[in-house]
C-alpha cells in the first residue's frame, strides 16, 4: 500500500460545460500494475467515504479474498465533489484565491469517472478486470460500464440504475435542513461558522435510511442513554454523536453536491430507452443486494440482474440495512472471490 | 354528524404531575349514544391528524362498514398536543395570558388515553364496543386497553406495542430540524415569526418516511418539475408543497411535544415485562398491518397478534407505506366490518 497521492490533470470538463484547469485527482493503490497494464481493479468509494480502501474493506485484501494484491493493481480514487482532496467546492479559484464553495458546478457520477478515466489513462491502464463499488460507488461502476475498451467486469453494491424518486426525496430533506442552518448563508460560508447544525441533522437523516428498524431496535430498543434528558434514549444520543463525527470530517458544500451528483445517477441519460441501456451493459457482472436496504432496496438489484445480459445477483442477508456492504466485508469477500474465479477466470 | 364540541374538564393531572385546570378537550361524533351508553366507536387520530374522521376515513362509515352510525356512536377526541383544540402549546396560561409553548410538558399517550376517558364519563359512555387509529391512533388503541372496565375489542393499525429505536430515530431528526431553524428560540417564537423551514424539513422527512420506494417510484420517477431548477425533480417540489401545506396548519411546539408523545409509547413502562403486559391485553383484537411499512413494519404488527391471547391479524398488501392506513379506506373498512361481524357479533 503506497498513502495517497494526488495528479494533476491539465484540463477538465463537466458535462455541464464547466472547465476546470490543473485538476487535482487524490487516489490510492495497492499492489503492482504489470507491464501490460491490464491487472487493475477500479474501487469506487461511497457518499463520505475515501481512497483508503484498506481502511473501510480491509477483509476485502488477501489471497483467495475480492482483491490479491499478489495480481492486481487495486485503486482507489476520490470522487469530484468530496472533500479529500480531488476537485472540490474546497479547491481554490486560481483566479480568486477563494475556494469554489457555493460556485462550484454539480459533478455527475459521469464527470468523475470520465476524470478517473484519465488518471488511469495516465498512470498507463490499459484494462480494469474489475470496478466495484457500494452505494455512491456502485453509480460509478454503472458508468464505468461505458467505458468499453477499458471495463471487462461490474460489481455494483446496493444500487440501482438511476437514483429513484425515494432517494431524490431523502436527499431534499438533508440539503433543506443544510439550507436551514443560519450559517448555510447560500454556500458562502466561512471557515470559522460553517453550517455544522445543517450538515449534523443531514447526517442523522442519512445514517437512519444506512440502517434499519432491526439494527436500531437490537442494539438501542428503548435504552435510556447518559447525559441527561436530551440523551434520554441512547438512540438519540448515537445519531447526535454521528451527526457531530461527520461534521469533523466533511463539508456542507461537498455534502450538498455530492447530493446532487447522486440524485443525476442515470445511466439512461442522453443514451436512450432506460431497459435498452441496461441491455448494452454486457461486461460479466455480480449485482449484489443486500435485503434489509430500504435506500436502494433489492427490486433495484434485481432489476439490474434481469437487465444487464451477462448478470448474476447475490442477495446479502443482514440486518443492518444499506450500510451492510460496509459491514458484511467477509461475505462480501467472499461472494467476490468465488464469483471472480468461476466467471473471470 | 355534529361538528366539532368543546367540553372543558375541571382539572387533569399528567403522568409526570403536572396539573392543568379547565382543560378543554375536542371533540366530534357520529350516530347516537344509546341509553345504555354501551354503543360507543372511539377512533383515535394520528400525529397531524383531526377530529374530522368523516373527512379522512369517510369510506368507514355506512351500513355494512367499520362504522355503522344507525348502531354505533362514533366519537373521536383531539389528543393532548395537538394545536386543534385540545390542551396544547397554543393554549393560553390563564395566569399569564400567554401560550403555554415551549413550558408545555411532555403528554405521554397514556395521558392522551386518561383525558378521555374523563371525556367519555362525562358523555355517559358505560362500555365502547371498539377502540381502533392507526399509527399514533394504533397507540391510543392499545393504552385503552388497559381501560379494561369500558373496552371491548381493539384495531390497533400499523403501530407496535412501543416505540422503536427506529422510530425514535425519524422523531429525533425532525425535531433536530425544528430546533435548528434560527427562529425556534427554544420554542419562544412569536406568532409572526414561527420556525416554519424548520417545521416544513421535519415534514419532508416524515412524509418520505410515511411512504414507500414504489409509491414515489410510481408518482414521481425522476420526472422533472414545473418552476425551474430548485424544483428540477417532481419529487422535491411534492415535498416542498407538503412541508409548505404542514406550515399552515401546524405549529412547531405542537409537533415537538407530540413526536416526543410518542416516543414515550411503550404499553410496558410501569407495567412489568413487555410480553408478559402483550400477554394480558386480553380483549379481542385485530391487528392491522401493512406490508410496505417502512416505519411501523410488519414484524411489530406479527408481534402484536403473535402475543395478544385474542388477536388475529390482517396484512393490508398496498404500495403506499405507512400511509395506506389512510389510502386504502375501502379494503380496511371490510377487513374490520367482516371482522366485526364475525369475532363481535
Redesign the interface.
Same mark, same amino acid.
Given at each position: 500500500m503506497s498513502g495517497p497521492v494526488t495528479k494533476v490533470i491539465d484540463e477538465f470538463t463537466f458535462e455541464d460545460g464547466s472547465t476546470f484547469g490543473a485538476v487535482p485527482v487524490a487516489y490510492q493503490t495497492w499492489g503492482q500494475l504489470n507491464s501490460a497494464g491490464d491487472n487493475c481493479v477500479v474501487v469506487c468509494h461511497a457518499l463520505t467515504g475515501n481512497t483508503n480502501v484498506a481502511d473501510w474493506w480491509g477483509e476485502l485484501f488477501g489471497p483467495g479474498r475480492a482483491f490479491d494484491t499478489e495480481k492486481d493493481f487495486v485503486i482507489c480514487a476520490n470522487v469530484i465533489g468530496s472533500p479529500y482532496g480531488t476537485l472540490s467546492p474546497l479547491t481554490l479559484d486560481s483566479r480568486s484565491g477563494e475556494r469554489f464553495a457555493a460556485s462550484f458546478p454539480v459533478p455527475t457520477i459521469r464527470d468523475t469517472v470520465n476524470l478517473h478515466r484519465k488518471l488511469l489513462d495516465l498512470l498507463g491502464v490499459k484494462r480494469v478486470r474489475m470496478c466495484i463499488g457500494g452505494s455512491m460507488g456502485g453509480m460509478q461502476v454503472l458508468e464505468w460500464a461505458f467505458h468499453r475498451d477499458l471495463v471487462e467486469s461490474l460489481v455494483p453494491i446496493a444500487v440501482g440504475g @438511476?437514483?429513484?424518486?425515494?432517494c431524490?426525496?431523502?436527499s431534499?430533506?438533508q440539503r433543506?435542513?443544510i439550507f *436551514? $442552518?443560519?450559517h448555510w448563508n447560500d454556500g458562502r460560508y466561512t471557515d470559522e461558522s460553517p453550517p455544522s447544525? *445543517?450538515l449534523?441533522?443531514a447526517r =442523522?437523516?442519512a =445514517?437512519?435510511t444506512y @440502517?434499519?428498524?432491526?439494527s436500531?431496535?437490537q @442494539?438501542?430498543? @428503548?435504552a435510556v442513554g447518559e447525559g441527561g434528558a436530551d440523551a434520554q434514549?441512547? =438512540?438519540?444520543g448515537y445519531?447526535h454523536y454521528q *451527526?457531530a463525527k461527520l461534521v469533523d470530517r466533511f463539508d456542507a458544500n461537498c455534502y450538498v453536491r455530492l447530493t446532487e451528483s447522486m $440524485?443525476s445517477h $442515470?445511466v439512461a441519460r442522453g443514451r436512450g430507452d432506460y431497459l435498452e441501456v441496461l441491455a448494452s451493459i454486457t461486461q460479466p457482472t455480480l449485482v449484489v443486494g443486500i435485503d434489509s436496504d430500504?435506500l436502494y432496496?433489492i427490486?433495484e438489484q434485481e432489476e439490474l440482474a434481469a437487465y444487464l445480459p451477462n448478470a448474476e445477483l447475490a442477495v446479502i442477508s443482514a440486518p443492518h440495512g444499506h450500510d451492510s456492504f460496509l459491514i458484511e466485508r467477509i461475505e462480501l469477500s467472499e461472494r467476490i472471490a468465488e464469483w471472480r474465479r468461476r466467471v473471470l477466470e
Open positions: @438511476r437514483h429513484s424518486a425515494w431524490i426525496a431523502w431534499e430533506s433543506q435542513a *436551514g $442552518d443560519p447544525l *445543517g449534523a441533522i =442523522m437523516i =445514517m437512519t @440502517r434499519s428498524f432491526t436500531f431496535n @442494539r438501542f430498543g @428503548r434514549f441512547a =438512540m438519540k445519531l *451527526g $440524485d $442515470d430500504i432496496p427490486a
